[in-house]
Structures are given as structure tokens and as C-alpha cells.
């Protein structure tokens, strides 16, 4: 079997896209094909793997995979992504799309240029704080300041869903820290019962934040979209920035702007095609 597929991402946040209408992976069989995939070694090199769906509520679903093989709920870059996919390939000639990712429909806007899309829009929605919908095991809402320790040091997360789990720290230098080391376990604290992406974030100023992200699943990425939404909405939080940020993650930059009067997080981020291939099953 031949499967045709494009690589892309937003910031580095990397992932392989697929045709889920033109090739047809078995359900089963698919946690095993993500990991190959995956794997940056011995497949194609990825964050994980989205497929792009017919959708009966929107213009079209994304089903998105960690590298690991596992489902995940939401991927900002990846939704920018999958815009660009389906207006570069000519499935769709609109520049204002409904995209449904794990039941949740996002409003995007694309921004064209010479024909191909530069850079998507998304409305993520609402930010979620109350814990039990995060989901956290803790007792007051929202949740800031919530100790948690881990390789005997203690860190304090202010947590936030994006339609996905997100716990932000606030630290003095980000450049420094072993995430490779201290990582997994955060994804794993057992506060957390669905794991959990964790940003590390400095302050800059009052409309700049210095990010670096370790992604349940998937591990160290070079940026996330929805991390960076979830950034933004601590920071306000914490009385930190400005409403409107700038986002510096390891692959670029994001903007983000938290309306708290419509208590909606708006994302804008490129989007960017690497190469497409074909994968012999």
C-alpha cells in the first residue's frame, strides 16, 4: 500500500499530514504506523501524525496523534497546518474554514499570499480552568500557585486547558533547564490524570514571554500552539503582561491575544510545508 504524505509545521512543531479521505489506515493498526512514523531515525521524523478527515459539523477533521501513539485532543500549530494543507492542495478555495479536532470546531483565518497560505488565524476558544475539566486534582479555582515537586525541587503551575491539559511554570531562565530530565516527570505527576504538557516560561516584558515546551507524548518540542494559549492566559493571570503577547518559542514566535471580555484566546502563527513523499506499507 502507498500512502502519500506532506511533512509541515508551525514554529518546528513538526508532524506528517495525511489524506484521510484518499488513504485509509486501519484503527488498530494505526498507533503502531504513528510511532514508525514518527520515529526520527527509522521513519519520516515527526512530532506525531495528523490525519485530515471528512467532517459531517465542520469543513474537515483533524485527527491528530502524539509520536508515541496516542490520541491527543488539539495542536495549535497542527490546526495551522491543516488550513494550509487543504488551500495549498486545492480541497478547499475559502480563507475562512471550521476545522473539528476531538469534537471541538475551531474558526480559522487564513492569510494568502502568491497563492499559498503564510500564516492561519485560529480562535482557540475559551480558555478551561476549573480542574476538574482540566483535568487537575485540585481544590481551588482557578488553579495558581499549585506546588508541585519534582527531583526535590519545588515548582508552582498554573494550569489551564485548551481543550487540552497545560500546566505553566514561571521561571527566571529558561535556556538552562534538563528537560529531558525533569519532563517526564511532570507529564506524569500524579495531580494530573490525563498527564500533562508543561510550559517553562521567563517573563521579558510586559508583552514578550520566553517559552520552551515538554509535550505529553511526544516529549521536547519546538513550540506548541496550544501552550502558547495557555501561556497567555497565565500570564494574565499572574498579572504578568499585557493581554497581547509575543510568544518566543525554540522554533519561532506566535502571537497571542487573550480577549477577556469575550473570554476567547486568539492564536496567529505560520505555517509551513517541508516536503512531500510517499510511504510504501
Avoid at 243 to 261: F, H, S
Wanted: proline share 4%.
Amino acid at each position: 500500500m502507498r500512502v502519500e504524505f506532506t511533512k509541515m509545521h508551525g514554529c518546528g512543531n513538526d508532524y506528517v499530514y495525511i489524506d484521510g479521505s484518499r488513504f485509509a489506515i486501519p484503527e488498530e493498526e494505526k498507533p503502531g504506523f504513528v510511532r514508525r512514523v514518527s520515529d526520527r531515525h527509522f521513519g519520516v521524523g515527526s512530532d506525531g501524525v495528523i490525519f485530515i478527515n471528512p467532517s459531517e459539523r465542520a469543513d474537515f477533521e483533524m485527527e491528530m496523534w502524539n509520536a508515541d501513539g496516542t490520541r491527543a485532543e488539539m495542536c495549535g500549530n497542527g490546526i495551522r497546518c491543516v488550513a494550509k494543507y487543504v488551500y495549498d492542495k486545492r480541497l478547499t478555495d475559502r480563507i475562512h474554514l471550521l476545522i473539528e479536532s476531538a469534537g471541538q470546531i475551531k474558526s480559522l483565518t487564513l492569510i494568502v499570499a502568491d497563492g499559498k497560505v503564510k500564516e492561519v488565524g485560529v480562535d482557540m476558544g475559551s480558555p478551561i480552568l476549573e480542574p476538574g475539566r482540566i483535568p487537575v486534582l485540585y481544590d481551588k479555582t482557578p488553579v495558581l500557585g499549585m506546588p508541585l515537586t519534582v527531583l526535590e525541587k519545588e515548582y508552582r503551575a498554573t494550569c489551564v486547558s485548551m481543550g487540552n491539559p497545560h500546566a505553566v511554570i514561571f521561571v527566571e531562565d529558561v535556556d538552562s533547564l534538563n528537560l529531558e530530565a525533569i519532563g517526564p516527570y511532570f507529564e506524569n505527576y500524579e495531580a494530573f490524570p490525563n498527564r500533562i504538557n508543561t510550559e517553562f516560561v521567563k517573563v521579558i516584558d510586559d508583552h514578550t514571554v520566553q517559552m520552551r515546551v515538554w509535550e505529553r507524548g511526544t516529549g521536547e518540542t519546538l513550540a506548541c500552539g496550544t501552550g502558547c494559549c495557555a501561556t497567555a492566559v497565565a500570564c494574565v493571570l499572574n498579572n504578568l503582561t499585557r493581554l497581547e503577547i509575543t510568544v518566543k518559542v525554540r522554533g519561532g514566535e506566535i502571537k497571542i491575544n487573550y480577549d477577556q471580555k469575550a473570554d476567547k484566546v486568539y492564536m496567529t502563527g505560520p505555517a509551513e510545508t517541508v516536503f512531500d513523499g510517499v510511504l510504501e506499507l
